[in-house]
């Protein structure tokens, strides 16, 4: 008899653990993807995840004559990216949540025939996939123009790249690095001679590498600890990387592997006395980089707690790094005369490019670089301030 209600009691509990199980399962916040691609009958449409290790399936289905689909997928709670793909025509997509993602398109035009609604990020991708295709179109007429030498080419190609970039740049990266969209926007390619290669370049380029990062920043405050946003940092600190051995290599042979790489995104400023500043040349100490403008609300408020942080710790290791967009430079002189750190001042303001570079949205705004010259946290990001610090200075 004892031995059956232990039975019952150790059986009753197992359902109890599956009804758990079941519940959070059934709970668990899902994205839907839904639509239809007509005179796609009887074709296989696949819904694929484009992972970091490349394209994985998700789910398919063999379309009836409607052409009407229906996917859904776990949120993953960060930006992720997936593709609607019958052979070769896709449909890019992105998701983070819960939306409701409706794709309406006919086969065999759906890469650039589609309609999307349901998501302003998707609709964005939208419009930059429909900009990428223009811009191969204005490559390939270049390269078959017969007026056109080898060199007229390059430059020309050149030319158009530059246009392209900038307009990313400004009107999808910079103004708001955070979103799926902007990452999307750091991996388009376009066919070069034979090659795919990318439009943003973080392997040659500093300015691309600078895009890359700033992406990558924004990424750190907003979903930390994703995998696409250590990916972006990877990328850019070897891009950092390669783009100094390239400007290295026609001095001197050197080494790779003693190049010194941080995910640091350097800044050069001169500060109240007229000496130039490098953000990097204070490697071996933690430092504060703060963005701030004196002429704001709370300013004196804000500097007597940094006066404190200084004198508390700077003994142990402890710099601030204080970069003004003040736009009257004698007023930033006079607030800054008495100070004990590197105040410096960015004549650009408020369209500073430091700013983009950090994706700074605010003011006041800082970050926490580590004695390696390793950009650490942003303020968004620290819950205790000291404790942060001691332990930084260790």
Request: proline share 3%; glycine share 4%.
């Amino acid at each position: 008899m004892r031995m059956k209600k232990t039975f019952t009691r150790v059986f009753s509990m197992a359902l109890f653990v599956v009804a758990i199980l079941n519940f959070t399962a059934c709970n668990k916040q899902k994205f839907n993807v839904n639509g239809t691609i007509s005179e796609a009958k009887d074709s296989i449409l696949y819904f694929e995840n484009m992972s970091l290790n490349g394209p994985e399936v998700v789910d398919s289905v063999r379309l009836n004559a409607d052409g009407v689909f229906h996917f859904s997928a776990n949120a993953t709670g960060s930006p992720e990216f997936y593709r609607l793909r019958i052979a070769g025509q896709i449909i890019n997509v992105a998701a983070d949540s819960t939306e409701n993602i409706t794709i309406k398109a006919a086969f065999p035009t759906m890469s650039d025939g589609y309609e999307v609604s349901g998501s302003e990020e998707c609709s964005k991708i939208k419009e930059l996939a429909l900009m990428q295709m223009r811009l191969q179109t204005q490559i390939d007429a270049i390269a078959k123009s017969p007026d056109l030498g080898v060199d007229a080419v390059e430059d020309s190609v050149a030319k158009v790249l530059d246009v392209y970039k900038n307009n990313v740049k400004l009107n999808y990266i910079f103004k708001q690095p955070m979103k799926a969209y902007a990452y999307f926007a750091l991996f388009q390619t376009v066919v070069l001679g034979d090659a795919n290669v990318l439009i943003f370049n973080p392997r040659s380029s500093s300015a691309d590498v600078k895009v890359f990062a700033a992406v990558a920043t924004s990424w750190d405050t907003y979903y930390p600890q994703s995998l696409r946003g250590e990916n972006l940092h990877n990328i850019a600190i070897a891009g950092m990387k390669n783009v100094r051995i390239i400007h290295n290599e026609a001095a001197q042979s050197i080494d790779a592997d003693k190049v010194d790489v941080s995910g640091l995104i350097d800044i050069a400023l001169r500060d109240n006395k007229g000496r130039l500043r490098r953000l990097k040349e204070l490697k071996g100490r933690v430092v504060m980089l703060d963005f701030h403008l004196f002429a704001g609300e709370g300013s004196l408020k804000r500097i007597m707690m940094l006066r404190d942080l200084y004198n508390k710790y700077h003994a142990m290791g402890f710099e601030i790094y204080q970069v003004s967009v003040d736009p009257d430079e004698h007023f930033w002189k006079q607030q800054t005369a008495a100070l004990p750190w590197i105040s410096v001042r960015d004549e650009a303001g408020v369209r500073s490019s430091n700013l983009v570079s950090y994706n700074v949205q605010s003011l006041p705004t800082f970050f926490l670089i580590d004695r390696n010259n390793v950009l650490q946290k942003r303020d968004a990001q620290i819950k205790d301030l000291d404790a942060t610090l001691r332990a930084m200075l260790k």
